[in-house]
């Protein structure tokens, strides 16, 4: 993505962990510390007013990508800026400031709700801790944003307990808007909920972006939802992009292999549209370990469209091709070939 009128900017990021890993076995076994590089090397750029889904397995580093975006935790490498300002750079009041502007909604709607605590509570704190100390004030804000999510307004009574996970998740959705935002980080918001809430929650979120040019950057594994809500698609892979370019691209013209795997295992495409997919895009096996990263192209085991060089050397930097779609492959000829039909017709 080009960085041409940024306004969250992600440049050359990476994050390394260093975790404990056992070594031999018996009264021989020792453990000691490796480095885990969960992010490699990532560039991203997202534009005011933009939805940007950021694809791919458990373990592709995509959430770990998010924290670092919530400034959660802080890249080993690179720099992270909205509008210009380091996130990692700032503290005190001005990280107080750029935190309001960046919010997170998180996975697990029931687990990220303190049991104890009313909806009320819930939603009002972060106003309380910004200053809202009146409680009549709050009560009002509290019951504004309930509105705006379509809970009505005797849900500030309720404990969690007695929400439904729809509920639950308007309620985390509330609580992100309380200090007027401009970023929403998203990490799967729909995939702890049934498939009827789960549009529900995808449609409430489109409407809140309209109504207040909310910024959206949406983790998730799931394909179908990228194509209900979202600008542009990054596909991560171990830790590194492999392709980015608009849904509409992407989704009718996948030019990595690993992507095209993620679009047919979408469940909603329909026979027809997945007769037009060539047999190239199903693989076997797991990801190698982020723990003994491969030196060549980290997708050639699992790839269909492997060659030697792919064994031999690592996988080249994204290379933009046709309709603007950036691939990580090289094999990208003859990705480039095989997508030079749509491949996925959208659903209307």
């Known amino acids: 993505m080009s960085g041409r009128d940024a306004f969250f900017e992600i440049s050359n990021v990476s994050k390394v962990f260093n975790v404990k890993r056992r070594r031999g076995k018996g009264w021989l076994a020792r453990t000691e510390k490796v480095p885990l590089r969960a992010v490699d090397k990532v560039d991203l750029s997202v534009r005011q007013g933009q939805t940007v889904a950021i694809v791919g397995e458990s373990g592709s580093g995509k959430s770990t990508l998010a924290n670092m975006m919530a400034r959660v935790t802080l890249p080993t490498e690179g720099r992270i800026t909205l509008e210009g300002e380091d996130l990692a750079a700032a503290s005190g009041a001005r990280l107080r400031t750029l935190r309001r502007r960046i919010q997170m909604v998180f996975q697990d709607p029931g687990s990220s709700l303190n049991p104890r605590q009313t909806v009320e509570d819930i939603i009002g704190l ?67 909920l049934d498939v009827s809430v789960q549009a529900r929650i995808l449609r409430l979120l489109v409407e809140l972006r309209e109504a207040h040019g909310l910024t959206y950057v949406i983790i998730t594994h799931n ?6 809500i979202a600008d542009s698609v990054v596909v991560m ?10 849904v509409d691209d992407i989704m009718r013209r996948p030019r990595h292999p690993y992507t095209r795997t993620l679009i047919a295992a979408i469940p909603i495409v329909r026979e ?19 723990l003994d990263r491969p030196a060549h192209c980290a997708f050639y085991s ?3 469209m492997r060659v030697d060089t792919c064994r031999t050397k690592p996988a080249p930097p994204l290379q933009t091709g046709p309709h603007g779609i950036a691939v990580r492959c090289h094999r990208v000829d003859l990705a480039a070939d095989v997508s030079a039909a749509p491949v996925l017709a959208l659903a209307s």
């Open 126 to 192: 972060p106003l309380r801790l910004d200053g809202m100390r009146n409680r009549r004030e709050r009560l009002a804000r509290v019951k504004a944003l309930l509105e705006a999510v379509h809970l009505p307004p005797d849900t500030v009574l309720r404990s969690p307990s007695s929400l439904s996970g729809g509920q639950k998740q308007r309620v985390n959705i509330a609580r992100a808007l309380a200090l007027h935002p401009q970023v929403l980080l998203l990490d799967e918001p729909t995939s702890a």
């Open 223 to 228: 394909l179908g939802v990228v194509r209900a």
């Open 237 to 246: 892979y171990l830790g590194q992009i492999v392709e980015t370019g608009s």
């Open 272 to 290: 027809q549209e997945r007769a037009l997919l060539p047999s190239t895009e199903t693989i076997d096996g797991d990801a190698p370990s982020t």
């Open 302 to 304: 699992r790839c269909p």
